[in-house]
Every structure is written in structure tokens, then in C-alpha cells.
């Protein structure tokens, strides 16, 4: 106010003091007459109170509040607002403000929109995330990251990494990238409670314009996924190699010995060649299963659907199994709707069909009896297989559609099974978006549902 004051209207009271006094001393010099110098005096001074009051109101007053708007705004206010008519200038003034608070009003609203936007999409990110600054302050760790090692947001943003993390993979990590200045990879195991996850972590430097390391960002994705599916395929590769091998030795070892002991004795040279025929035909039986099964798997893999009478399947599929579950001494009977029309891949579903019941004949001892059913329930065609053989352990049922899984490991290759049958089953009813499901009591039989969509 005294700025104010002293910059606007000090000029003028001193410009009317100045005349006052030259008045007076004019007045004085020329001997004019005392009241004629008081009436002087007053009416200046009213001049000057209303000159004062006129100035005060058009420029001390608007001014005043101007500033006290751009205050509001500084503090970030940016509704506030200044309107006044006062003078042209004071007016423009007044405009100027007001569209500059409406620029800093907007400016704050997008900027507020983009660090939603980004807090969302760092929060939401699949993976963990952590911002590191140079000192080793964590200043961001998303959602991702609190669900892999665990607490609270609060309990890591503004402390130092090594102090609130203690895995040491991750410390490298962040020592690394701060060290070598460029993207670096590491990968490390945590445990969560009872579970492993694996996760791998990349480090990537920060630089401001002047290409001063400025901090870090830490980005973790759990691999554990990835894991299993590796470890599966070396499984996978390892148990190829050992179900091959068994065949293989066999069939090289009898045809040495025949090759050594020459063709002499009849009788054992036609033991050997049955060993080594059998064999061969269980080595291209387990080469015809990983053929189905690498077929179902490939991507461009497409099921040829047609409409197929469960009459033409039934003909088609059941003699030769019949044959086979009777020759064992095992009660066969077919309860089906065989009027009824399924659209599906039927040579998969005849696979599905003798899958099953080859199982349920291997793994039922004689006198025992199998069925197959063929209806539908609801939207869903219906194929049960039920046997009243060996059944399976309550354990053991969640693993039965691995690859190479048996129960009793002796008892199906005695028997002839590859270990794939129903790994195949599964795929097949999957590509038809279908589903399975076992139910099995040991000694008292086994039941497999499948439902296909109609
Ligand atoms: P395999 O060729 O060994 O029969 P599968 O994939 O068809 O391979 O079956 C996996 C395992 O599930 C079998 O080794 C067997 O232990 C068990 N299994 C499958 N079907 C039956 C069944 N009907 N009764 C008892 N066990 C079964």
C-alpha cells in the first residue's frame, strides 16, 4: 500500500503541496488579502481530496486487487479472478490476468489428466515397477511390484532400495545399471509362501538433458509361466528319448545276438524276431501318437467338423474293441442315441472313443465289464466310458492327462500304452472346445465324461 502510494500519488500530493505553497507565497508577496489567501487554500485542498479519492478509486483500488488475484493464482487458485472497469489499462490488466489463469487452470487439468493416465498405466502394468533416483531413493513402485514382494506402497517410496529390499539379485541389479550406465537383464527366484516364482529383471539408466545419470527404472516380469513351459518341454524331450531308447535297445540286442548266434535254432530265432517285431510296433505306436499330438498343437492346426451319425461311428469304431475287450473275458456294452448327429471331427472323436475304451480294457482284469454311453445333456453331446477296472488314486487323477504320466509305470507299458493316449483325448476335446472330466474309486472302476458342444 505504501508502494503504492509513494509510486502513484506522491507525485501528484507534491505537485499540489508545490502549487499550494507557490500560491501562497504569490499571494504573500503581492500583499493580497488574508481571506483571500484561506479561500486559496481551501478549496485546493478539496481540489486536492478529490483528486485523491478519484486516483485512489481508479488505480489504487483495482491494482490492489489485481494483485491479490495473482496471489490466489500463485498459489494455485486458478478459479480466481479479477474483473474491474476502471480505466482502459486497469481493464486490459484485468483481461490478461483472467486468460492467464484460464491457460494455468488448463495447463494444471491436462497435467493432472497425464499423470493419472500414466499412474494408471503403471499400476496396471504386468509387470513390477520401481523408479530409483541417483541417490538410491525409490520414488514409484507400482502395483505389480507391492503383489511380488509384498507390503505397502508407503513402506518404499522415499527409502533407500537396499534398506527396504533384501534380495540381493535385485541390489545388483540396480548396481549394475548405475555402474555400466546401459540396460542390463538378471533373473532370480523369490519365495512367495509356499510357491517359487521366477522373475526377471531389467534395468534401464535414467539421463537428463545433459546426459547425467539421473536414476533408474526397474522393470520385473515373472517368468514363471515361461519356466514350467521349458522345464515341460525338456521333460518332454527327456521322456521321448527314454521311451525310444527302451524299444530301440531291445530290438538292437536281439538282432545282435541273432546276427552272432547265426539263424541255427528255430525256435529262438522266432522268439527273438516276435521280441523285436513287438517292439518295433510299440515304437511306431508311440511315433504315431507324438504325430497326433504335434499335429493338434500346431497353430494352424483346423478341425475338419462334419455332420456324423453316432450309428456310422458306433459301426465303424466298436467290433474291433469288442472284439478285443471279449477276447479278455470283459462284459462290452454300447448304450447310445444312435440316431442322434454330432457335428465334430470324427476321425478325432473315433480317437477319443478308442482311447477310452482301450484304456478301460487294459486297466480292467477279466470278468470285469466296460461301457460305452453316447447322449447328450443339455447343449452338450455326452461320451462316458465306464469300467469297473483298477481305477485310479485320488492323487494320481489330476495328472493322468500329462504327457508320459502313468499310474503304474510297468503295468501300461506291459500292456502296451505309449503314455500319450490321453494327452491326446484332452487336446481333442479342447480344439472342439469341449471339456473332460474322470471320476475314479481304486478297485472299483473308472468313469470318463466327455461333453462337446453340439
Ligand atoms: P497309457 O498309454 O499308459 O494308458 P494314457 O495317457 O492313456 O497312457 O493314460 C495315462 C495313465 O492313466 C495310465 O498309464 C494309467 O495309469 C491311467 N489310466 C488311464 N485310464 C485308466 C483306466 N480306465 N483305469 C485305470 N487307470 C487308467
Known sequence: MKDVFSKTLLPYVIAIVLSLTVTGLIIWQTNANLLLLIAMIVIESILLIVLLSVLYNKYVKPIQKAASTINEITKGNYSARFHSSASEVIGELSLKINSLARNMSEISMQEQMQSEQLSTIIDNMQSGLVLIDEKGYIHVVNRKFISMFGKDVKDYRGYLYYDVLEVEKFHEAVQKTFLYERNIKESFTLRQGVNTIHLEIIGAPIFNERNMLKGAVLVLYDITELKKLEKTRKDFVANVSHELKTPITSIKGFSETLLDSGLNNEETTKEFLTIIYNESHRLQLLIDDLLSLSRLEKDDFRLVLNKVKVKELIEEVIPALKHKAEKKGLVFTVDAD????????????????????????????????????????????????????????????????????????????NTGGTGLGLAIVKHIVEVHDGKIEVESEVNQGTTVHVYLPK
Open 338 to 413: 444312435e440316431d442322434m448327429i454330432m457335428k465334430v471331427d470324427k476321425e478325432r472323436i473315433k480317437q477319443v472313443i478308442i482311447n477310452l475304451l482301450d484304456n478301460a480294457i487294459h486297466y480292467t482284469p477279466g470278468n470285469g465289464s466296460i461301457e460305452l454311453y453316447l447322449g447328450h445333456v443339455k447343449d452338450y453331446i455326452h461320451i462316458k466310458v465306464a469300467d469297473s477296472g483298477i481305477g485310479i488314486e485320488q492323487n494320481a487323477l489330476p495328472r493322468i492327462f500329462e504327457r508320459f504320466y502313468r499310474v503304474d509305470k510297468a503295468r501300461s507299458r
